[in-house]
């Protein structure tokens, strides 16, 4: 985590930005005002001239009146956003300059704005299930205990419009495992029966296992191309990392996923996870960047944990 120096630097970042961006506030208190105050006089004008030569019964709301309240209506959205461009631009201009400097204690440490993860090619989709659409948000690499890894934010979903699902979303830590898996090892949050029966036909080349232990085995499905070299992960070490996330993760169950030499931690989390406050809104150490970092810290040594899963005991 941040030393001392590391922190007092960020605290120093944070009053620049924060002088920044109180000026950048009281720009856009009368950009916003002037911008739209600007259209609005156009609209009233030119609907002037309309009615001057008007029918006198259809003054001020005759059908080229009507078109122009709607043109002058979403030229005013159009505008708004343009007088908010500043804020925009230095909301992120200041995460590309705050997020290396907040992780300071990640080596090689790179960030990246809704790019396509080098990683996510590798992530079985027996993990998430079928999904024909992905965004994402932040994506963030590095080394982390001497080991590489990405983390991102990820939305994937199945469907189009109002009758798509979500088949993910939250956060994905994609890591070298210590000892790569022959094969394909996922542990997914257990559904119900229909869902389980698509998933099987979408997985049918991997085989169920058990964990042994009853709890363990309600809230999750353990499937595998390799039972073998899975089934000593699955009873061992693998359980004992998911009944600790268990204790640890609130949110809807963590997932787990082997592929080779790549090992994934896929945790659903609702919130954007390196969000900052509104632009009206003072940044504050203690309130937005200090659980930003305990939040980042503890993902990271979940996956240095799970990544021992396959590890061979030393004698």
Same mark, same amino acid.
């Given at each position: 985590?941040?030393?001392?120096?590391?922190?007092a630097?960020?605290?120093?970042?944070?009053?620049?930005?924060?002088?920044?961006?109180?000026?950048?506030?009281?720009?856009?208190?009368?950009?916003?005002?002037?911008?739209? $105050?600007?259209?609005?006089?156009?609209?009233?004008l030119?609907? !002037?001239?309309?009615?001057?030569?008007?029918?006198?019964n259809?003054? !001020?709301?005759?059908?080229?009146?009507?078109f122009?309240?709607?043109?002058?209506?979403a030229?005013?959205?159009?505008?708004?956003?343009?007088a908010?461009?500043?804020?925009?631009?230095?909301?992120?201009?200041?995460?590309?300059?705050? =997020?290396?400097?907040?992780? $300071?204690?990640?080596?090689?440490?790179?960030?990246?704005?809704?790019?396509?993860? *080098?990683?996510?090619?590798?992530?079985p989709?027996e993990?998430?299930g079928?999904? *024909?659409r992905?965004?994402?948000?932040?994506?963030?690499s590095?080394?982390?205990?001497?080991?590489?890894?990405? =983390?991102?934010?990820?939305?994937?979903?199945?469907?189009?419009?109002?009758?798509? +699902?979500?088949a993910?979303?939250?956060?994905?830590?994609?890591?070298?495992?210590?000892?790569?898996?022959?094969?394909?090892?996922?542990?997914?949050?257990?559904?119900?029966?229909?869902?389980?029966?698509?998933?099987?036909?979408?997985?049918?080349?991997?085989?169920?296992?058990?964990?042994?232990?009853?709890? =363990?085995?309600?809230?999750?499905?353990?499937?595998?191309? *390799?039972?073998?070299?899975?089934?000593?992960?699955?009873?061992?070490? =693998?359980?004992?990392?998911?009944?600790?996330?268990?204790?640890? !993760?609130?949110?809807?169950?963590?997932?787990?996923?082997?592929?080779? +030499?790549?090992?994934?931690?896929?945790?659903?989390?609702?919130?954007?996870?390196?969000e900052?406050?509104?632009?009206?809104?003072?940044?504050?150490?203690?309130?937005?960047?200090?659980?930003?970092? +305990?939040?980042?810290?503890?993902?990271?040594?979940?996956?240095?944990?799970?990544?021992?899963v396959?590890?061979?005991?030393?004698?």
């Amino acid at each position: 985590m941040p030393g001392e120096a590391v922190i007092a630097g960020i605290r120093r970042d944070i009053e620049t930005y924060e002088a920044r961006r109180a000026s950048v506030v009281r720009q856009v208190r009368w950009r916003v005002p002037v911008f739209i $105050g600007l259209v609005l006089i156009a609209v009233a004008l030119i609907a !002037w001239l309309f009615s001057k030569v008007a029918d006198p019964n259809e003054q !001020w709301f005759s059908t080229p009146h009507v078109f122009l309240y709607i043109l002058g209506f979403a030229v005013s959205i159009l505008v708004y956003f343009q007088a908010m461009k500043p804020a925009t631009r230095l909301q992120q201009s200041f995460r590309d300059t705050l =997020l290396p400097i907040i992780f $300071g204690f990640v080596r090689d440490f790179s960030y990246q704005h809704g790019e396509r993860p *080098n990683s996510f090619d590798r992530l079985p989709r027996e993990a998430v299930g079928p999904f *024909n659409r992905q965004s994402f948000d932040d994506v963030i690499s590095g080394r982390y205990e001497e080991f590489p890894f990405e =983390l991102y934010e990820a939305e994937l979903r199945e469907g189009s419009g109002k009758g798509s +699902s979500t088949a993910f979303k939250g956060v994905i830590v994609a890591f070298e495992a210590i000892e790569p898996f022959p094969g394909i090892l996922v542990a997914t949050r257990r559904t119900n029966a229909v869902v389980s029966f698509f998933r099987g036909m979408f997985t049918s080349k991997m085989q169920e296992l058990s964990s042994g232990e009853p709890l =363990l085995d309600a809230a999750y499905e353990f499937r595998t191309d *390799n039972v073998e070299a899975a089934r000593p992960l699955v009873t061992g070490r =693998l359980a004992q990392a998911l009944k600790w996330l268990g204790e640890t !993760w609130r949110d809807d169950p963590a997932r787990v996923a082997l592929n080779g +030499s790549d090992g994934f931690l896929l945790m659903p989390q609702a919130k954007n996870f390196f969000e900052l406050p509104p632009i009206s809104v003072p940044l504050d150490h203690q309130t937005h960047v200090a659980p930003m970092i +305990s939040d980042m810290g503890a993902m990271l040594a979940t996956a240095a944990l799970v990544r021992k899963v396959g590890a061979k005991d030393r004698g």
